[in-house]
């Protein structure tokens, strides 16, 4: 859950390990899909396992296996249409950063809060803007399980 342009917003979370240390999340809106619908995902990239507070870093949204502590975030529009692209905002006056409260290796059970702002991607293909140009997500508080083997 958090604020998304200082509206309420719910996704859904899954994670898997990206090594041993960190894990990939992908986060998708929640609500139904709908053939000419839009949801958004938002990506952060081999985020570590252990408690703290992280910097984000802007990533190239193709990357390969992404940079590390990274996090993008993307609306597709329809089943075939390609979406929006959004990367990190590279203003000093922003917050891009994300906190790990708690990480139980046996359960595997990763709390945090995240606070990140995106802008659209200049190289982003999309055929017509939907969208707004900044998306500032704040206050976000997650807790994931980790799926799959290290």
Same mark, same amino acid.
């Given at each position: 859950?958090?604020? !998304?342009?200082?509206?309420?917003?719910?996704?859904?979370?899954?994670?898997?390990?990206f090594?041993r240390?960190?894990?990939?999340?992908?986060?998708?809106? #929640?609500?139904?899909?709908?053939?000419? =619908?839009?949801?958004?995902?938002l990506?952060?990239?081999?985020l570590?396992? !252990?408690t703290g507070?992280?910097?984000?870093?802007?990533?190239?949204?193709?990357?390969?296996? =992404?940079?590390?502590?990274?996090a993008?975030?993307y609306?597709?529009? =329809?089943?075939n249409?390609?979406?929006e692209?959004y990367?990190? #905002?590279?203003?000093?006056?922003?917050?891009?950063?994300i906190s790990i409260?708690?990480?139980?290796?046996?359960?595997r059970?990763l709390d =945090?809060?995240?606070?990140a702002t995106?802008?659209?991607?200049?190289?982003?293909?999309?055929?017509?803007?939907s969208q707004?140009?900044?998306?500032r997500?704040?206050?976000a508080?997650?807790?994931?399980?980790?799926?799959?083997?290290?």
């Open positions: 859950m958090a604020l !998304k342009n200082k509206q309420e917003w719910s996704a859904s979370p899954t994670a898997t390990f090594n240390d960190s894990i990939n999340v992908m986060v998708e809106e #929640c609500g139904s899909f709908r053939t000419h =619908g839009e949801v958004q995902w990506s952060i990239n081999q570590p396992v !252990k507070n992280y910097p984000l870093q802007i990533t190239r949204w193709d990357a390969l296996n =992404g940079t590390p502590l990274s993008w975030l609306t597709r529009i =329809g089943e249409t390609t979406g692209r990367n990190l #905002c590279r203003s000093t006056s922003e917050i891009n950063e409260d708690n990480y139980n290796p046996k359960t059970q =945090g809060h995240l606070n995106f802008v659209i991607d200049p190289e982003s293909d999309s055929p017509g803007r707004p140009d900044t998306i997500i704040h206050d508080i997650f807790s994931v399980v980790v799926n799959g083997a290290i």
